[in-house]
């Protein structure tokens, strides 16, 4: 009875794996297919072009009352875009008052945002005092219309610097990069066309690791929704059918995706939060002392071991493993027993004891406390939680919560759902506080090797 049992088991395991194997095969497709389909149609979305606007540059440089007059130039152009295209086809941002600092790669100025989107910007970028720095791998073509003054640009490999002066433009297409400098004060109207998200993080990472200018920022951001947020909220006004269907199927298509694997990706799921819960339970009560931490983690590594075969999932039995870990302002060891893309296992404490946040994860997460006594806390409540050996502190995906390991605590942390998300909560205090590069360096370096080792064996 059990025999049959057990080997209709191994028959539905063998063949979950198989389809898992190729449910994960699809998806990938599925995904660069789409990404590659995006990427080639989004030339319709374009509404601006390079010519045009380049003519446009030059009229206003040649209408202005002086070359200096930076003000009139831009007045030029906005008046025409205006009188050009009509608010149904693309949204523009008049209130010429709206300038915000900007610091990227090294380099400062002002912009004023005149439009953006999710495949084109146009802003006017300058400063009086003159700027130099790094332009930035761009995701898009970039045309850098010089209105005011001179911008001097050099690529590695070239022994000369490229001159720009009023009325030029200099194109960088997509992926290149430049070291440029903008001299004595220059202004220019630059238009990138292309993916404009994945540039947002070059735009604003001076601004986090350097100037901490964070009112910049969130004018930037004001400025910036205000055009995504009507081109996805009036598609069907700002697209004409075609565009709207192709428009809103890719919407679908990735939405569909996206709900589809958190649909699916409990059957990723190997361990099996009472099962830990029961092996916590019994590494506690089979240990020499209430103590013997060492103990309890080898009868938990012993015990998963021969539960669980290194064809379904790939554990870390390197002991000696040991890595710190400070994230919400907590710090403690952490030695990481699995880790792949939908759960993890560790063991987690410290015996000074800590307290910190549980930052916001994207997984469902279940600590079992082995040794000591750990506290927690949320907003709203006006007492504490206390989680002894033994018990379990589930912390469902979303919910946040202030924690204190009390006296010292050691814990087999469980956390099942999206793992990278997690990933930068735990790596935020090392750039931003300790600046401890060498933990940073081995727990990316661990991390990415089990997650590596787990997919080698289909376990995603
Ligand atoms: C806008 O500028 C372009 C290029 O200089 C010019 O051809 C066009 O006539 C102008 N349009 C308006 C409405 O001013
Ligand atoms: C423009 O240049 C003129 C003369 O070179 C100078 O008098 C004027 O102050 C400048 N204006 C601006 C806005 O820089
Ligand atoms: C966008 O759509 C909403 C609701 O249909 C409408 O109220 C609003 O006026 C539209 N905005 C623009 C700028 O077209
Ligand atoms: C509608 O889209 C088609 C192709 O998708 C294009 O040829 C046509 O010019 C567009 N019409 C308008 C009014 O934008
Ligand atoms: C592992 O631990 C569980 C829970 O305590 C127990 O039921 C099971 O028998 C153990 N397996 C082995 C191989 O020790
Ligand atoms: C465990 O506790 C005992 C007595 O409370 C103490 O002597 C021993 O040093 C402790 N061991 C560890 C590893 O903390």
């Not at 400063?127 to 010089?146: A, Q, R």
């Not at 999932?313 to 919400?328: C, F, P, Q, Y």
């Not at 010292?408 to 090392?430: N, S």
Request: aromatic share 12%; hydrophobic share 40%.
């Amino acid at each position: 009875m059990s025999t049959q049992w057990y080997d209709s088991q191994k028959n539905n395991l063998r063949l979950s794996t198989m389809t898992i194997r190729s449910l994960s095969a699809i998806s990938l497709v599925v995904l660069v297919v789409v990404g590659r389909w995006l990427d080639n149609i989004k030339r319709r979305w374009y509404v601006l072009d390079p010519e045009s606007l380049h003519e446009l540059a030059k009229s206003a440089v040649a209408a202005a009352s002086s070359p200096n007059d930076t003000a009139g130039m831009i007045q030029h152009i906005v008046t025409n875009l205006t009188n050009t295209y009509s608010p149904s086809q693309i949204k523009l941002n008049r209130d010429s008052k709206e300038w915000v600092f900007n610091n990227a790669g090294g380099a400062m100025g002002a912009m004023y945002i005149i439009h953006a989107s999710i495949t084109e910007y146009l802003i006017i970028f300058g400063t009086p005092l003159g700027t130099e720095g790094h332009s930035g791998v761009h995701t898009s073509d970039d045309y850098f219309n010089i209105l005011v003054g001179e911008e001097w640009a050099f690529a590695p490999g070239s022994l000369e610097m490229e001159r720009y002066t009023a009325g030029m433009v200099n194109y960088m297409s997509r992926g290149t990069a430049k070291q440029y400098k903008m001299h004595r004060g220059c202004f220019a109207l630059e238009y990138a066309r292309g993916w404009i998200p994945p540039m947002l993080p070059f735009g604003f990472i001076d601004t986090f690791t350097s100037t901490l200018d964070f009112f910049s920022l969130y004018d930037t951001c004001l400025d910036l929704w205000y055009d995504p947020e009507i081109y996805i909220l009036n598609l069907s006004m700002t697209f004409n059918l075609s565009k709207w269907n192709i428009g809103a199927i890719a919407l679908l298509c990735l939405v569909v995706l996206a709900r589809w694997l958190d649909h699916v990706k409990d059957r990723w799921y190997v361990f099996d939060p009472d099962f830990l819960h029961e092996l916590a339970q019994s590494a506690v009560a089979s240990a020499f002392s209430p103590n013997d931490t060492a103990g309890m983690i080898d009868h938990i590594v012993t015990n998963l071991t021969s539960t669980y075969a290194s064809s379904q999932v790939k554990l870390n039995h390197d002991s000696t493993e040991w890595v710190l870990s400070n994230a919400g302002g907590a710090m403690g060891s952490m030695r990481i027993l699995h880790a792949s893309i939908t759960e993890y296992l560790i063991i987690f404490g410290t015996p000074l004891g800590t307290e910190g946040h549980s930052g916001i994860l994207s997984a469902d997460d279940y600590f079992h406390i082995l040794v000591g006594e750990q506290w927690a806390f949320a907003p709203g409540s006006f007492e504490m939680e206390r989680y002894t050996a033994g018990t379990v502190h589930f912390l469902p995906r979303g919910v946040t919560k202030q924690y204190k390991m009390h006296r010292g605590c050691f814990a087999l942390e469980y956390a099942r759902g999206w793992i990278p998300p997690m990933l930068p909560f735990g790596l935020a205090d090392t750039l931003t506080s300790t600046l401890d590069f060498f933990t940073l360096y081995h727990t990316a370096r661990i991390t990415a090797r089990e997650v590596l080792r787990n997919l080698f064996v289909g376990k995603i």
